[in-house]
């Protein structure tokens, strides 16, 4: 493999101090693809105080915003260039497929373009201040050191929402990809380095969460942490966070409502429910697992999809036909089994699916099929909680105003879907949904230029679009007095 298998610190690649490593596993057939470093405590110490020296005493900051912005920009071009290499990294090390993988690096590179592009057009404002003879204006000043810590589904287009914004704007950064998946974050600050971003301004640190990450997060050094995971890791981030004040971003994913009116367009709406939930086997934080159908098309609607699950494709992700590959890892698919199981449990009816496949071929893989529950409430565990896997549950509704209680049913805000004919119904509903992004008559669909994030536990701040851009700068007033006079007020 033609990759670096080191971590980034101060402009050097190199080991862990430890001397550690581990072994990256394919999880289609569990075969070792990369021994990476195992850094820790120590090398996260070492790669903040490089962001820090980096950002307090180097020129980074000072860049004029458009010098920036061509470097970020010409990452992109990079990744476009090695597009193919890096979809075959992302698929070797996650089991999805070629084609989603393509379709990952496309929207990479495009993240870096749009802040590329961006980057200065942000200068700030001048105010009317109530003052006479005075200047008042506001700037935007990145952050500092940042603290990124990305997850093991989109393991590059996760990284690619926090590194681009935060270079574009001026910050200097410490990225620990999943401990899983970091393949394509290594290759990318192989990128970053060819660009001529200085030293010291992006690190890479490889390691666990429990390590690298805690470090991270509660290092007086790190001004923001900026986190995509599960729900538990971002509360434990938060008080870790705390204890300097730090800035935080937090992405925790959702249990995403699609709610299916009787009016809807009947086939499209079968067809990108299951876009919907099956993209990546279910990994996806906003993936719409729960199906909220009219009373009056739900036998039908749950019929079609049926249908469609028993014929899919599971297999290796450099197969041609292949439309879903496997889970994650062995402790994620033990995770999908017991939450299937607790539905089962709970009473939920299961249509299709619950259970590993039997083909010989999927064996060493961490397969597992496509799984449909119906007559499903919103007290079942499998309802309200993330599943994380391919496993779709179905709810029942009769009128406009019962869909959207359902839907609101949640401690998850990040996104939801509503299909109907009717303009009005459409909007009143996406209006009242409690969620970051509402798609009328789509499904998952997301660009650079729109914000993403969640409502409620879903998260704090937002990516992508100019929020994204605005998460990794701190505003600062500057006020000019140009006819200073006593006051006499003591
Ligand atoms: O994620 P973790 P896990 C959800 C999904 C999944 C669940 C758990 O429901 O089943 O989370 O997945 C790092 N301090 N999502 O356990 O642990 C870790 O090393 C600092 C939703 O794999 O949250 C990795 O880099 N960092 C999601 C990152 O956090 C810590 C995507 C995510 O891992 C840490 C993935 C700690 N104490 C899972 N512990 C989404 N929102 O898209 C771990 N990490």
């Known amino acids: 493999m033609n990759l670096k298998q080191q971590q980034y610190i101060n402009g050097e690649w190199v080991d862990a101090q430890s001397g550690k490593k581990r072994s990256i596993i394919n999880p289609y057939n569990q075969e070792v693809i990369a021994e990476v470093p195992e850094g820790d405590e120590k090398d996260a110490r070492a790669a903040i105080a490089a962001a820090r020296e980096a950002f307090d005493e180097g020129d980074w900051s000072w860049t004029p915003a458009s010098e920036r912005g061509e470097l970020v920009t010409k990452i992109g071009h990079l990744i476009e260039r090695d597009q193919e290499e890096l979809a075959y990294l992302e698929s070797l090390d996650t089991g999805k497929t070629m084609e989603e993988s393509r379709g990952d690096m496309e929207d990479i590179a495009g993240v870096f373009r749009y802040y590329g592009e961006l980057a200065d057009k942000e200068g700030g404002e001048l105010i009317d201040a109530p003052v006479k003879d005075s200047v008042s204006k506001v700037v935007r000043e990145p952050v500092g050191v940042c603290g990124q810590i990305t ?206 496949p039997e083909d010989p071929e999927l064996q060493q893989g961490f397969f597992y099929l496509p799984t449909i529950f119906t007559n499903c409430t919103t007290d079942m565990t499998v309802v309200q909680e993330e599943g994380f896997g391919p496993v779709i549950t179905v709810e029942k509704f009769r009128s406009e105003k019962e869909a959207v209680t359902l839907a609101n049913d949640s401690i998850y805000g990040l996104a939801g879907g509503v299909w109907t004919m009717d303009i009005a119904k459409a909007e009143r509903c996406a209006a009242r949904m409690r969620m970051g992004t509402v798609w009328i008559n789509d499904f998952n669909l997301y660009f650079p230029h729109a914000p993403w994030g969640g409502f409620k536990q879903s998260g704090i701040g937002r990516e992508l679009g100019r929020p994204g851009l605005e998460e990794y700068t701190e505003t600062k007033h500057i006020f000019h007095n140009l006819k200073p006079e006593p006051i006499h007020w003591f």
């Open 151 to 356: 997850p093991w589904n989109y393991p590059l287009l996760q990284a690619s929402w926090k590194l681009a914004p935060a270079l574009a704007a001026g910050n200097t950064l410490v990225m620990k990809p999943s401990e899983i998946t970091p393949l394509t974050t290594i290759k990318v600050f192989e990128l970053m380095e060819e660009v001529g971003i200085p030293a010291g301004v992006v690190n890479l640190v490889l390691g666990s969460g429990a390590t690298v990450g805690a470090e991270l997060s509660s290092h007086d050094d790190v001004d923001l942490i900026s986190f995509t995971g599960g729900i538990a890791t971002g509360k434990k981030i938060m008080q870790s966070a705390s204890g300097n004040v730090k800035n935080l971003a937090l992405e925790l994913g959702g249990k995403n409502p699609n709610i299916i009116f009787a009016d809807a367009d009947f086939e499209t709406a079968v067809d990108q429910a299951l876009n919907g939930v099956f993209f990546h086997a279910g990994q996806i934080c906003s993936a719409g697992t729960r199906l909220i159908v009219d009373e009056a098309i739900h036998d039908d609607f749950v019929h079609a999809l049926v249908e469609r699950v028993k014929n899919f494709k599971l297999g290796s992700g450099f197969e041609q036909d292949t439309q879903m590959g496997p889970l994650i890892s062995a402790e994620h698919l033990a995770k999908v089994e017991a939450y299937v199981e607790a539905g089962v449990k709970e009473g939920a009816s299961l249509v299709v699916g619950g259970r590993r």
